[in-house]
Antibody
Framework: EVQLVESGGGLVQPGGSLRLSCVVS????????MNWVRQAPGRGLEWVSV????????YYADSVKGRFTISRDNSKNTLYLQMNSLRAGDTAVYYC????????????WGQGILVTVSS | EIVLTQSPDFQSVTPKEKVTITCRAS??????LHWYQQKPDQSPKLLIK???QSISGVPSRFSGSGSGTDFTLTINTLEAEDAAAYYC?????????FGPGTKVEIK
């Protein structure tokens, strides 16, 4: 059974930092590109970032470039998102999501983790 | 960035009716267009890949068509369990982008 389990969310003040983790099981993690996709309350889906299977390539949405860093540890089947300089507009449910490559459909989704940026 | 627009934003439909949702891309994306269903408080679920290819386990009443810039998701004989938001997604170019979504309500 495929499982993607996010953790690390919560309430943080504007300007603060947070690190999300996603532990994956049920598919060959190192062979998959991994994405973060977010969804603000009551809004649609927004792609945030992707990392290739071997960590050789990373890409970011303009809205988070320079503030967020995606990484992975294939020995731990774990994906990360380091979020710095957080803003109110970053408030959302963050989904960890797996795809065959970074030009492909998203096959696997986590359950999501809520990040709230507020004073 | 490739912008995806969807129509309608919202649709209220009677069971057994046919639903058609369109997605238009701001530039040609070939067939690199996918559809997802998201029910309240759930993660998105892949419904259709590469514009028209079916996904194992997805009911056959869901189908997709189109290429280039214009795409369609069709739900034949809508069922009550199909109440959800539907999103198109392009993977042709980075940044990947999603459409704004279409909410389907059951009357």
């Amino acid at each position: 059974e495929v499982q993607l389990v996010e953790s690390g969310g919560g309430l943080v003040q504007p300007g603060g930092s947070l690190r999300l983790s996603c532990v994956v099981s049920g598919f060959t993690f190192s062979s998959y590109a991994m994405n973060w996709v977010r969804q603000a309350p009551g809004r649609g889906l927004e792609w945030v970032s992707v990392i290739s299977g071997n960590s050789g390539s990373t890409y970011y949405a303009d809205s988070v470039k320079g503030r967020f860093t995606i990484s992975r540890d294939n020995s731990k089947n774990t994906l990360y998102l380091q979020m710095n300089s957080l803003r109110a507009g970053d408030t959302a449910v963050y989904y960890c999501a797996g795809a065959n490559n970074y030009y492909d459909k998203i096959d696997y989704w986590g359950q999501g983790i809520l990040v709230t940026v507020s004073s | 960035e490739i912008v995806l627009t969807q129509s309608p934003d919202f649709q209220s439909v009677t069971p057994k009716e046919k639903v058609t949702i369109t997605c238009r891309a701001s530039q040609s994306i070939g067939s690199n267009l996918h559809w997802y269903q998201q029910k309240p408080d759930q993660s998105p679920k892949l419904l259709i890949k590469y514009a028209s290819q079916s996904i194992s386990g997805v009911p056959s009443r869901f189908s997709g068509s189109g290429s280039g810039t214009d795409f369609t998701l069709t739900i034949n004989t809508l069922e009550a369990e199909d109440a959800a938001a539907y999103y198109c997604h392009q993977s042709s170019r980075l940044p990947q982008t999603f459409g704004p979504g279409t909410k389907v309500e059951i009357k």
